[in-house]
């Protein structure tokens, strides 16, 4: 793997939840390149040991592991198994997430002929609570959870940090998707806060707010059958500075030098936006 900087994680062991997809299976390959023992977790452990298996295969330590991030049992089996196999965890990227339909609008706007209702339009006031509900839970209390699990092994080890995975969203949220903006808001917050609470026992926060980069879950949203751009995503990339959506390996080096101790260690509490200008764009 080509790293944008090279980054000594030998020793250490790196654990990274929702490691079955895109983005966070690129942050695991990129921690193992960098010497990292590494640990990924996903829900789907056929998607998480796959990836595992590729690692090991490039000489790098990596176990796949079954677990879900909102059930405190399941993170505790899964941090016993780290423990047992690989020691105490030393850096942590809390990557799972996603959206749910069913706390998602039809329309980016609410006009007054909406409130007649209507087959296969939801509106705001047709969103149900239990869909915001599962898309709020999986994004921050995943985050909040596998931290409990985790980070008290975490306490006075050198360079222990942890890295969330928010979202530009926070920074403004998206017309549709209510759920997940409020809910990337959120994992934002809770980083500062937890950065605070943490910051007497030598663990530090941070986090990542990717902009919109091309990954399986987004790919409907972004693209047409026929590969095209969807309306959109057309729109995304008219607001986006840079003109173009992210790629992976982009996301490597504000990773890398989080997680490094030498190269980062006064930064605690940050929120870093990786997203081609997005946020900072008015659209004038």
Not at 49 to 63: L, N
Not at 177 to 202: D, E, M, R
Not at 229 to 234: D, G, K, V
Not at 255 to 284: C, H, M, Q, R
Request: net charge neutral; charged share 20%; aromatic share 8%.
């Amino acid at each position: 793997m080509n790293l944008p900087f090279q980054i000594d994680l030998k020793g250490k062991t790196a654990v990274v939840t929702g490691a079955g997809g895109v983005l966070c299976s690129s942050f695991a390959r990129v921690l193992a390149a960098s010497g990292a023992k590494v640990a990924l977790l996903d829900i789907n452990q056929g998607a998480a040991e796959k990836v595992a298996e590729e690692i090991r295969t490039e000489g790098h330590s990596a176990m796949g592991v079954a677990a879900n991030v909102l059930e405190q049992a399941s993170m505790s089996a899964a941090r016993d198994r780290i423990f047992a196999e690989f020691g105490p965890c030393d850096i942590l990227i809390n990557g799972a997430g996603g959206n749910s339909p069913k706390g998602t609008t039809t329309k980016e706007y609410l006009y007054k002929e909406d409130l007649v209702k209507q087959e296969g339009i939801v509106t705001f006031f047709d969103l149900d609570p239990k869909g915001i509900e599962f898309v709020f839970n999986l994004n921050f209390l995943g985050a909040l959870i596998t931290t409990q699990a985790f980070a008290r092994d975490m306490v006075d080890r050198p360079g222990a940090v942890i890295v969330n995975i928010s979202s530009m969203n926070a920074f403004c949220p998206l017309t549709k998707i209510p759920a997940y903006s409020g809910a990337k808001a959120a994992v934002s917050n809770f980083t500062q806060w937890l950065a605070v609470h943490l910051s007497k026992v030598g663990i530090r926060v941070n986090a990542i707010a990717p902009g919109f980069f091309k990954t399986q879950q987004n790919h409907a949203l972004l693209f047409n059958a026929d590969g095209s751009l969807t309306e959109r995503s057309n729109k995304i990339v008219g607001m986006t500075p840079m003109g173009r959506f992210g790629e992976s390996e982009e996301l490597f080096g504000t990773l890398l030098w989080l997680v490094s101790e030498k190269a980062s260690g006064f930064v605690n509490g940050t929120v870093i936006p990786v997203d081609g200008g997005f946020s900072a764009y008015s659209g004038v």
